[in-house]
């Protein structure tokens, strides 16, 4: 995995940008804990901006569905969000587990409409580096390991010039469900 030809220093450069063009706000005013919503005043169809300018400029496809949804898609409807549109303590146990301390207030109970507010730009931040670490070990064109990246954001193979793919965000999401229910057996 040629994890450091995009630093995380390098991520959050981007991401940064990213708000500050989309939401116009002072850079100063982005530190890692703010959220997108209640600190920034992010609505949504900001974060498909936001989203579309980090998959320019690092060569990835963003989550388009948030981990609940996915949730529901494997496990069941109601798997993760009862009738009352509230967050189930199965769901909120497997929240805590992908977002840790980023997402300190996560209650069972709370209702669904409270998540979009607990993004953060670290959670994005991270989001940005689970998708750049499925980087595969060689080139799926030529078969070498010579990634690089002149620009520190987007890698090339060294060797054919081929554009790195990674897997998109959704099927990271789907894939870390799968692993962390065959270890936990939380559904
Ligand atoms: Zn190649």
Redesign the pocket.
């Known amino acids: 995995m040629s994890q450091n030809l995009v630093t995380e220093e390098k991520v959050y450069e981007e991401l940064k940008k990213a708000i500050v063009e989309t939401l116009r706000v002072e850079e100063g005013s982005v530190t890692p804990e703010s959220s997108l919503i209640n600190d920034l005043g992010a609505e949504s169809l900001d974060f498909l901006d936001i989203n579309y300018r980090l998959e320019q400029s690092f060569g990835i496809k963003m989550a388009r569905h948030f981990v609940l949804e996915h949730i529901e898609e494997l496990f069941g409807e109601g798997s993760a969000i009862d009738e009352d549109g509230r967050l189930t303590g199965k769901a909120i146990e497997l929240l805590k587990i992908r977002f840790g301390d980023s997402m300190a207030d996560l209650e069972a109970g709370m209702d669904m409409d409270e998540i979009p507010a607990m993004v953060t730009v670290r959670s994005m931040a991270d989001g940005v580096m689970d998708i750049l670490a499925s980087l595969p070990e ?7 390991s ?1 990634w690089k990246s002149d620009d520190g954001s987007k890698v090339t ?6 554009s790195a793919t990674y897997t998109n965000g959704d099927d990271l999401i789907k894939a870390w469900l799968n692993k962390v229910q065959q270890e936990k057996n939380i559904f």
């Open positions: 060689s080139c799926p064109k030529c078969g070498n010579s193979c060294g060797s054919c010039r081929e």
